[in-house]
């Protein structure tokens, strides 16, 4: 979506997605969780961002202090130069942020790491950061940084989608992802960096923080620039709030425009921002209003329809063996994915699937989740679901390979099922848009 002036100037959803999902944020969580804090010290509920950290949390017993981490201060968080000793890529279990997610006291988790520079001195992209910021909102004003949020940002934007996981043992929202916004509520963040931190008259967060923000005075990696868990393009004029996959919020002040991507590409496929805001500002003609041009107006209604009508993949046969496992309940040893059973129905007139899925809670050991799947090369979205809208669709590879391609629509991944059937055993490849790959192997029980 792009806005410019205040007007929308081309909105696409790409099917199977639709309009008035919200979705998956990624880390553009991350530019939120600073224009909170920034609030909090317009309420004057922190004095400063050169606080040092430790002191705002005198009730937790931290490990490893030494000079370092006393110096660090609540900018070093916001600006990615804590110095703590962090190691984050693919989130494989020896990484600091998948241990910390493990950890009882995710907070304490991250105050308790070594340091491995002086403050100030070195960006390192660390998604603790973001996260003692987050409980710093809980420690501050005795709520989750998501309630804090409703009432300050939300309320007075007029964001009405926004969803954001569960709080930790300690109340605290998770400050590196997690929350969910609608495209239309994601762009009312970046008009609001737009117009100074300024909504409806009412100074939200103040002018300077967006000026840091835009100016971006830390280096950065692959040539970007970063302050205030905001990315920039200081060159270009281009300030940015970025999200795995390609979700992305992009201001360009000085062509008052404000921009808005969701997506599900891979990490090699990451969309180049560079030429997104290149080829944004160079579709700008005029800062005048250009005369009416029907036929220009017209192909982009085109191209915006033809985004919205999904494309036929390739199309599979239908062998004997799926008479013979339709409706049959196979059940699977146990695996990373939690998955206790699954079943394909390929003979109603609307073919499905269903897991079930171990829970971990007492209360509900098993959970059920179920879909709609097409068969002709198309997507079927299921009815709306707690956690969302499924669109599955599938194909027979050979006569007993069947592949299941599954996205939750407004969750920034994509699941392929590859399941290979031999006599009533069933091996079962697994891999989604993260990256993350297993193997299942399970059974036919009736």
Do not use: C
């Amino acid at each position: 979506m792009i806005i410019r002036h205040g007007q929308i100037v081309a909105e696409a959803y790409y099917a199977p997605y639709m309009p008035g999902i919200p979705h998956d944020l990624r880390s553009v969580t991350k530019s939120v969780v600073s224009t909170l804090t920034a609030i909090e010290i317009a309420r004057g509920l922190l004095d400063s961002v050169d606080h040092p950290v430790l002191d705002l949390f005198p009730e937790k017993t931290i490990a490893n202090v030494d000079d370092n981490k006393r110096a660090m201060t609540v900018q070093n968080l916001l600006d990615m130069t804590s110095g703590i000793d962090w190691k984050e890529q693919n989130y494989t279990p020896d990484e600091s942020i998948t241990r910390m997610y493990r950890s009882p006291d995710r907070t304490e988790f991250v105050l308790n790491q070594p340091m491995s520079n002086t403050p100030g001195s070195q960006f390192y992209y660390n998604s603790g950061n973001p996260y003692l910021l987050s409980a710093l909102i809980t420690r501050k004003t005795g709520q989750s940084a998501f309630e804090f949020a409703k009432k300050e940002l939300f309320e007075p934007l007029g964001i009405t989608s926004a969803r954001w996981g569960q709080v930790d043992a300690q109340g605290v929202s998770d400050g590196e992802a997690g929350l969910f916004l609608s495209p239309h509520d994601m762009a009312k963040i970046g008009y609001l960096y737009l117009h100074e931190g300024t909504w409806d008259g009412r100074q939200i967060i103040p002018s300077s923080w967006v000026e840091r923000s835009k100016q971006g005075k830390v280096p950065a990696t692959f040539g970007f620039h970063y302050a205030n868990l905001w990315w920039s393009l200081p060159r270009k004029g281009a300030l940015m709030a970025l999200g795995r996959h390609s979700q992305a919020i992009l201001v360009l002040p000085k062509l008052d425009i404000v921009a808005v991507t969701t997506g599900i590409l891979r990490d090699d496929e990451l969309y180049s921002m560079r030429r997104l805001v290149d080829d944004i500002s160079d579709a700008v003609k005029s800062d005048a209003p250009l005369p009416a041009d029907p036929i220009a107006k017209s192909l982009l209604a085109a191209a915006i329809h033809q985004a919205a009508t999904e494309r036929p993949g390739p199309l599979g046969g239908s062998p004997e063996l799926a008479k013979q496992i339709s409706g049959k309940t196979f059940k699977l040893e146990d695996n990373e994915l939690h998955v206790k059973t699954f079943s394909l129905n390929f003979l109603d007139s609307d073919p499905s699937w269903m897991i079930t899925t171990s829970s971990g809670k007492p209360e509900r050991p098993v959970e059920q989740f179920s879909g709609l799947m097409g068969l002709d090369g198309t997507f079927r979205n299921s009815p709306p679901a707690p956690y969302g809208v499924n669109a599955s669709k599938g194909r027979w590879l050979n006569e007993h390979t069947f592949f299941l391609e599954r996205r939750i629509l407004g969750h920034s991944e994509t699941q392929t099922w590859t399941l290979a059937f031999d006599a009533e055993k069933v091996t079962v490849n697994f891999e989604n848009t993260d990256g993350f790959k297993t193997q299942l192997h399970g059974e036919m029980t009736e």
